[in-house]
């Protein structure tokens, strides 16, 4: 739900800042100049084009490109323009909003994707170290558990130990979510169903599960997926790694 409503926004503000700059800008249109008009309107694009969306930072430009037309070029009010160089101007403008905002998008998407994997080497690494210090199993299954919630954006990550499959849908080893036999695309979707299973390995033998129950429609990515693989086979290690020292 907090995905779309940011969708939402980013996409409202893709359509109205533009506009809004432009219309503030009216009363200013005898001291500025076309070129310092379209600067202004370029600012406002790189700022939709922080959301990390490139639809968005798109559709600002071709906005911001057409308010310059509308609001600040003559005749005003219209979409022609008589002056060859506000033409000039204009498509200038849409050209370089479109390359900033790519660029500021791009620039976005790295720096989420660079803070996504600094979080999963910090899950991964908590896990080890619980293992190197001897922890019980019964504290590292309660510790993955909720590094699984926040890893994969859960509502709830349940252990049992059960060694049985019970949920239709499943991580597979490779990190792939199979609905029966049919993949699921998380990275678009996010997890499918009320419940996920997510197999507890160790040597080949299935030890136990997580019962993940996943927040609608928040995408998942792949690389997630084989972090949480791993993090269920750390647990499967510390399952049997406290059966050998019991036995």
């Not at 993955?144 to 049985?164: F, T």
């Not at 269920?232 to 020292?245: H, K, L, P, R």
Request: charged content about 15%; glycine content about 8%.
């Amino acid at each position: 739900m907090r995905q779309t409503w940011r969708v939402r926004a980013v996409a409202l503000v893709a359509l109205g800042a533009p506009v809004i700059v432009a219309l503030m800008l009216i009363p200013l249109r005898s001291h500025l100049n076309a070129g310092n008009n379209a600067l202004i309107l370029v600012v406002v694009v790189v700022a939709v084009a922080a959301s990390g969306s490139r639809l968005a930072a798109a559709v600002a430009a071709l906005i911001a490109a057409l308010s310059f037309d509308l609001f600040l070029t003559t005749p005003y009010y219209s979409l022609r323009i008589t002056h060859r160089d506000d033409i000039i101007t204009d498509v200038l403008l849409l050209v370089v909003a479109l390359i900033v905002g790519e660029v500021g998008a791009r620039g976005r998407t790295y720096r989420t994707l660079s803070n996504q994997r600094g979080s999963e080497v910090a899950s991964l690494h908590a896990m080890t170290e619980l293992l190197a210090e001897g922890e019980s199993p019964e504290f590292v299954t309660m510790m993955a558990a909720g590094e699984l919630r926040q890893l994969l954006h859960l509502r709830d990550c349940r252990y049992s130990r059960d060694v049985r499959e019970t949920a239709a849908t499943r991580v597979t080893p490779s990190g792939e979510v199979l609905i029966g036999s049919v993949p699921w695309a998380t990275w678009k979707f996010g997890l499918p169903t009320n419940e996920v299973d997510l197999a507890i390995r160790n040597g080949g033998r299935v030890l136990g599960h997580f019962h993940l129950t996943p927040t609608p429609v928040v995408p998942v990515s792949d690389e997630e997926l084989r972090v949480a693989v791993a993090i269920a086979d750390q647990v499967g290690a510390a399952i049997a790694g406290g059966a050998t020292t019991s036995a």
